[in-house]
């Protein structure tokens, strides 16, 4: 599973063998502390088994824009799995087209509640009373496929059951996945952006091939820290999948912008991480109302009480 954004014009790959615990932990120490804007990773099941989908060896790949420090990546290695798998990481060069489109190839459609995430290669595929959004391999985050991508569309359908929220904040936005389905689902004003220039444009191309343009328009942003952003609060829904550490510092800005009663999703977390995110959103009067765990991923649904 692709953890974090991937980075703008990777060369770099790190890649070791190893068992399921060992290359999530891996992949975890990575992005809470590298750039995710330079780096990503990817935790994955080397030959998956019909059977039993936890017996078989797992991989972990680190993908790097710039060349990394192999001795600091291996003794971040050391410090979650000991000396011997920090020997055992192979480091090389890559093509973009490895972490792209070859890795997004073929992707089957996937299916969140009302909602159903597919390729080009898959439409017509939607149901009645599904709402189907076109999702192409690309340059940043977001096929739907990823399980704190799912969750967020499930906790969509979920809020959307129940309210209809008038306005809504996607930080983060990827591919622009959560923006659109929201504005498909409810047909007004989403307010969106990313750290990543390459995602805000990839976003505001999916908007526009989704028949959303005129209600996503996406912007580049650190945060929620844009005028635009900061312009559409108090917002009563808004998304924030991302990462453990970011989500933990957006907490004074997320609950800022929220109104009394906003119902708030998080994503981007593994099970250690809920905890310390619970805690720096309780103190901002933010507090947990649901949570959902798919493939190792948890998706929270916070309340601004």
Not at 38 to 46: I, L, P, Q, R
Not at 275 to 288: E, N, P, S
Request: neutral net charge; proline residues 5%; aromatic residues 6%.
């Amino acid at each position: 599973m692709l953890e974090g954004l991937p980075p703008n014009n990777a060369a770099h790959v790190m890649r070791l063998v190893c068992d399921e615990a060992t290359a999530r932990n891996i992949a975890d120490i990575v992005v809470e502390t590298f750039d995710p804007a330079d780096t990503a990773a990817a935790a994955f099941e080397e030959a998956p088994s019909s059977r039993d989908w936890k017996t078989g060896p797992w991989v972990v790949e680190v993908y790097f824009g710039p060349a990394p420090d192999e001795a600091n990546v291996r003794a971040l290695i050391a410090a979650v799995a000991g000396a011997d798998a920090a020997a055992a990481a192979s480091f090389g060069r890559i093509h973009q087209r490895d972490w792209v489109a070859s890795s997004l190839e073929g992707l089957q459609p996937v299916r969140a509640g009302r909602f159903v995430v597919h390729g080009s290669h898959a439409r017509g595929l939607a149901r009645v009373n599904e709402i189907a959004i076109e999702i192409d391999a690309a340059l940043a985050f977001g096929t739907g496929h990823h399980g704190t991508t799912r969750g967020c569309l499930l906790m969509l359908d979920r809020v959307a059951r129940r309210r209809r929220p008038n306005a809504i904040l996607d930080i983060g936005t990827g591919s622009g996945v959560l923006a659109i389905a929201a504005a498909r689902l409810f047909r007004r004003r989403i307010h969106a952006g990313d750290i990543d220039p390459i995602s805000v444009a990839a976003a505001a191309v999916n908007a526009k091939l989704n028949g959303v343009a005129g209600f996503v328009r996406p912007v580049q942003s650190r945060g929620a820290d844009h005028n635009e952003l900061r312009g559409g609060a108090p917002y009563d829904l808004v998304f924030a999948n991302i990462l453990a550490r970011p989500l933990r510092g957006l907490a004074p800005a997320v609950s800022r912008l929220s109104k009394p009663g906003a119902d708030i999703v998080l994503s981007g977390l593994i099970g250690p991480d809920v905890a310390g995110v619970v805690a720096a959103y309780g103190v901002q009067g933010v507090v947990l109302r649901e949570r959902i765990d798919l493939e190792g991923w948890a998706t929270l649904l916070m309340c601004r009480c």
